[in-house]
């Protein structure tokens, strides 16, 4: 039996890339600013989320950050304030996140193989675990996406009223979202759904999606709400460090 060091085993271990996609606008936010350059806790919220991925027990071997193009230069300016020295590319962002998701994906196109993690740039809070396990169990079920169970009672809209939904049969899908590399690609060439909210949707008429758990502290920041709660939870986190 091979143990966990040996040759077989690590060289049996697909390579994982990262693509991190903040080339949103943030209108939900309304602020002067995108969301993914607000400041959470001192630092932009894209390089906590950067951060999380360069944690090097996850064996990411590349991250691409994708942005709109007119905030390259807000980046790299921000890159030179927080002296960030993650190695990252960085892509043009496309009109949806749809769009940007398949030009981070073509930025890996040399890759003949391995498993691509998409996680949003605006969900600072990811924790290693769950990044860990979302890798893990693509390499084993070829795409599997972190969700979490609703806490609230669920009610669906009817033409006249609404009507409950059972709620222990849903789930609230989170990022990361972990595909084997050449499903990811093969699934971005169909053309674009208004349906597709996610990459799991994007990917699920080719694979069935294996839900693996999240994380109710890995929060999107979308509305003004989310950088507060956030900025908490992450005082929370230093505190417990
Ligand atoms: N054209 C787009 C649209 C969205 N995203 C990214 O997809 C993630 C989820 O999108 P969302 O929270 O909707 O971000 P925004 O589009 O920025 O927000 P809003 O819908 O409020 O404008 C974010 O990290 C966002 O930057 C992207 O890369 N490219
Ligand atoms: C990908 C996502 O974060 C999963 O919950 C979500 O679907 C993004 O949706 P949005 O409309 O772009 O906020």
Redesign the pocket.
Known sequence: MASAASPLTSSSTPPRYAIL?????????GADR???FLNLLGEPVLLHTLRRFAQPELGIEQCVV?LPAEQFATWEQLCREFSISIPHAVVA?????W???RRGLAYLAEQPAGLVAVH????PLVSAAVIEQTYAAAATHGAAVAAVAPKDSVRGLAQQGSYALDRSRLRLVQTPQCFELQLLWRAYQLPELPTFTDDASVVEDLQPIYLVPGDYRNL?I?TPEDLIVAEALLRAELGAG
């Open positions: 996609v903040a080339g949103g606008s943030g209108t939900r936010m995108p969301k993914q994708v962002g496309g009109e949806t996140r769009a940007s998701v949003d740039g605006v969900r999107k979308t």
